[in-house]
């Protein structure tokens, strides 16, 4: 049985909203004697004036525990509180209601190169740094070379830190806190910053931290860092803890609240076109709807990397058209085109009378592209030669990871993951080598 | 709990951090203070760097301003004014209460701002929120042993020969430095309340320059007043400087009390202060 590292009890944390008077808090004491004194009121007796300033709970009621070598990830949208328990945590702030307890040393790290100060050199500024997130002056000494080495920038050691360069600024400042040692470690999002090479540095530094069997609290908007550094979540919705669990199915709850759709209940989100401007046009768009199916092609709050959609346009001739081709574009939020889908592509046309309308139902398979946002294009003509409609947004659609299927910690670089299979074959190494020269 | 021969485990027994809403009246956590001077130690050095920083007289720039002030109050008051001061250069009267004053002025109007400029700190990291106002009360010391030395120097250079009793300046010193901390404290804490404190400060500063001898001698307040002016607990600190290096007058007896008085009452008063306004710090700043 694993030993207890933390315990959060019923932890409530509000702040008032407004504009504060703190004036109106010193006259208070004042204003009421008076008032007692005018009514004849006891002393005694509570105060006259209500408190009416409102309140807003950041947190209320939180309750949780982690035991020792626990790696917990917290997630929630914005204004979850998710902040706001990391500085009760860290003693930064305190409740104003509940207990929380935490056994063993703690170190958090809720910005990346806290202190630093730019008339200081790098050496000070590493010990003032270090000192600050709560090492003494042994430890650093013993770290104090490993630091400059990480951070590689042993020949300015002596230089203040106002003439480097913002790169090796970074690098400083993640280097001092990459070598902090607590049992219990809080991570804010800090992992999010500087460019593409610096953070697969830091999250590999991260990754060891969180494997050497460390406690971690991580708190992070990101899914696939949650899913790469912890075992379990928490959940954090308007201050209340929603969900408490392993990482993979509170990231499926997280990600369906995160849609947008209340009580997780499919819907199909349907676009109107407008016909603004086209009066002349032969025919026009006049809707488009998408619609995430699941496994068993059922309706799916959330369209996760995998699975299938139902993309229905509806179309108005207003004018005869004849033998026309519909087709179906999905861009990158970039720009990139990465798809095209279209009933020419199947060798099939539409015709339609003036004032006839149709509905062109595209289901998509196994969709495989990244998670993140994709803008839909519609466009309707005669190819080559003729455009009939064009519309270059008619919708927006999401695409999040599914949690369930990754098995790689990192989050995809490339916009597309085909299906694949694989095998691995092992052998010596040697005998191998000798194989292929015989 | 079942018995666990893992010796590490008891390490985390005895480090247990309880979590608890504000509570009135905490007393200050000497302990934690204590654990904390490496912390303490590299922010006094902060600040002592950045005053220096890219300086070429560096610590000379600690003692011309007041030099500087000294020679434009000798002229102004002991020549042109001709302040009465009792045989000795006027220079000596200027400088000797000068050093305690700049002290408690400087250090004063640091401390009060000194949690708002350090904010990135309180919202980011724990430590005791004590040792931000403490921190300008230990840098401020380098200035004022300085000044202390630049007095001593002048007071041999006007002829005046060194006598045991210049020892008693420490003693003075050391009430200046504990009055310093009082005040300092009940700014701190009362400007991270309320802002127009910091506004305020410069003119309480001036007035409390001008209502003690810092700039003409006890003498030149008229005795009828005394038993008013010497409520004023500076009175107490500059008097008793003078009458070490000085000698002279009777030790001021009177308002050296009300100086040790004055000074526990707003160091306790200001501690407890402070305590009760540092939980909230780190969410009003």
Partial sequence: ???????????????????????????????DLAKRVIYGRSPLLPSYEKNNESLFWALKDISFEVKHGETVGIIGSNGAGKSTLLKILSRITKPTSGYAEIHGRLGSLLEVGTGFHPELTGRENIYLNATILGLDRR????????????????????????????????????????HLDPEILILDEVLAVGDAAFQKKCMGKMEGVAKEGRTVLLVSHNIASILSFC???????????????????????????????????????????????????????RSIALAPLGRHGELVAVLRVG???????SIEAIKPIVEVSVIVSIFEATGNRVIDIGTALKGDYLTLGSGEEAQIHFTLHNILLKPGTYRVSLWMGRPPTEDIDVVTKATEFNIEMDPRRIKYPHQYLSVYQCEFTHSIITGNASKNADSVLN | MKFSPDLT???????????????????????ELWQHRNLLFYLVLRDIRIVFAGTRLGILWVVLPPLATATVMTVMLGFLAKVPSHELPYSLIVLSGMVPWLYFNNVVSKATFSMAANAYLLSKVYFPRLIIPIV?????????????GVLLVATLLFGLM????????????????????????????????????????????????????????HSFVPAKWYWLYDLNPFVGIIESVRWALFGGNPFPMYSFIVSVITASVITLSGIFFFRSVEDTAADII
């Fill in chain 1, 139 to 178: 430890e650093i000494a013993r770290r104090f070379d490993e630091i400059v080495a990480f951070a590689e920038i042993d020949q300015f050691l002596d230089t203040p830190v106002k003439f480097y360069s913002s790169g090796m600024h970074m690098r400083l400042a993640f280097s001092v806190s990459a």
């Fill in chain 2, 162 to 217: 060194p006598h045991i009793s210049w020892l008693f300046i420490i003693v003075s010193l050391i009430l200046a430095i504990f009055l310093t901390m009082g005040v300092g404290l009940w700014f701190s804490a009362l400007n991270v309340k309320y802002s127009d404190i910091g506004k305020l400060l410069p003119i309480l500063l001036q007035l409390m320059a001008y209502a003690s001898p810092v700039f003409y001698p």
């Fill in chain 1, 1 to 31: 049985m694993s030993k207890l590292a933390l315990r959060v009890d019923q932890i409530s944390k509000s702040y008032q909203i407004g504009k504060s008077d703190p004036y109106a808090k010193m006259r208070k004491p004042f204003v």
């Fill in chain 2, 136 to 148: 300008p009360m230990l840098a401020g010391l380098i200035d004022l042993f300085s000044l202390l």
């Fill in chain 1, 307 to 313: 699975c299938d959609m139902e993309i229905m346009v």
């Fill in chain 2, 9 to 31: 485990n008891k390490s985390h027994e005895s480090k247990v951090i309880h979590i608890r809403p504000p509570q009135a009246w905490t007393p200050i956590n000497v302990v």
């Fill in chain 1, 231 to 285: 075992d379990r979540c928490l959940l954090l919705n308007k201050g209340r803890l929603a969900a408490d669990g392993d990482a993979v199915s509170v990231a499926e709850i997280y990600q369906e609240g995160q849609s947008g759709v209340a009580d997780s209940d499919p819907k199909v989100n349907e676009m109107i076109i407008s016909a603004e401007n086209k009066k002349n046009q032969k025919a026009i768009f």
